[in-house]
């Protein structure tokens, strides 16, 4: 395939890295926070598939340009709600293709169907509360990370109404999970569940020893979408759905 990548940040870079090691795939469009002009629908018109890691105000924009042209995206920029509703039903009424997730490890995607599982054994046992947190390197912005939101959504969606919300803090409250957002150097990505009652604890734990397995399932949903039509997921690539 030919591939666009759109933002050149760590995420980008690591993209690259796989896709040059792999040698199946080329890299036709960088774009880069020098080039912004070169992300046009000119240059896009021998693309086949766009992956964007930028930023949340600019991904809506980002993924139109790219629909606009009618080169597929992946996107992996969090935290933009609004855009991305706007964005999913804008691609499934006008035959494009979009495939984003709060995360595209592997790892971390076998995480979230572990968490939704514990989450329905744990719903009888209300002598037990549960407390998140995830750790992130200095550079991220968004707090608490996209991947925490999903977790946590995951929990609320499976929880039978036991969970309302979820809310960024440490304090716990009834029908509410806090998630506390920790930042510190050089760290990938650390994410913790945990169960807690007054005689014992449950915890899941997913840790990136780096960002080679968010890059390589990126590429992984770049070659998914390829020659498809629709709004894609993590779960449509691992067959959750």
Known sequence: MKIALIGYGKM???IEQVILEEGRHEIVLKITEFNKADFNSENLRNVDVAIDFTEPDSAYDN????????????????SWPEGLEK???FCLENNQTLFTSP???IGVNLFFQLNKQLTRLMMPFNNYSVKMSEIHHTEKKDAPSGTAIQLANDMIAVSNNQYKSWELTKESKTGVIPIEAIREEHVPGTHHVRFESDIDFIQ????AKG???FAVGAVRAAEYIYGKK????MDDLLYFN
């Open 12 to 14: 980008g870079k690591a």
């Open 63 to 78: 993924v139109m340009l790219c629909f606009k042209a009618n080169v597929p995206i992946v996107v992996g920029t969090t």
């Open 87 to 89: 964005a999913k039903k």
């Open 103 to 105: 995360n595209f490890s």
């Open 204 to 207: 899941i734990t997913h840790e």
């Open 211 to 213: 960002r080679k397995g």
């Open 230 to 233: 629709g709004y894609f997921t």
